[in-house]
């Protein structure tokens, strides 16, 4: 994906195994996805709960937050649960995802990319950014996130 797509109209489960449209959000708020590797990994759930410990940021600005992994739908319950969650995460196990959204792998292809992007209202993609340091992403997606809204 690049800066100017729209978002991709893929339905995924949810962490109660209920469909999820990313497109359903879209016209109503802005939204951050962000692809993480794996549940209950120590990089994983700081990111997580980074994005936990700020979330009512991102909704003052009007943007809705969004997990996704390969993930089983009941491992993810059991994150949300564990981490107090308040966003939804959404199972990718067949990386349909990962694949609408060009997130590449990492470290010779073997861990899965840890990438964010930042949609408008509209569902244009505002920004991507792509590190393997899972305490860079939220701080980067709220900065840029107030930046493409002002």
């Not at 359903?24 to 996805?33: E, G, M, P, S, Y």
């Not at 209202?121 to 920004?127: E, V």
């Amino acid at each position: 994906m690049e800066v100017g797509d729209r978002i991709p109209d893929i339905t995924l489960k949810d962490q109660n195994g209920e469909d999820f449209n990313l497109d359903k959000l879209i016209n109503n708020k802005a939204l951050v996805v962000y692809f993480y590797p794996k549940n209950f990994t120590p990089g994983c759930t700081r990111e997580a709960c980074n994005f936990r410990d700020t979330y009512g940021k991102f909704i003052e600005l009007g943007a809705e937050v969004i997990g996704i992994s390969a993930d089983s739908v009941e491992s993810h319950a059991r994150f949300k649960e564990k981490y107090d969650l308040p966003y939804t995460l959404l199972s990718d196990k067949g990386k349909i995802a990962r694949k609408a959204f060009d997130v590449q792998s990492n470290l010779f292809g073997l861990l899965p990319g840890r990438e964010t992007f930042i949609f408008s209202k509209g569902g244009k993609l505002l920004y991507k950014y792509n590190s393997m340091n899972a305490t860079r992403h939220m701080p980067e997606a709220l900065k840029q996130l107030k930046k493409n809204l002002e």
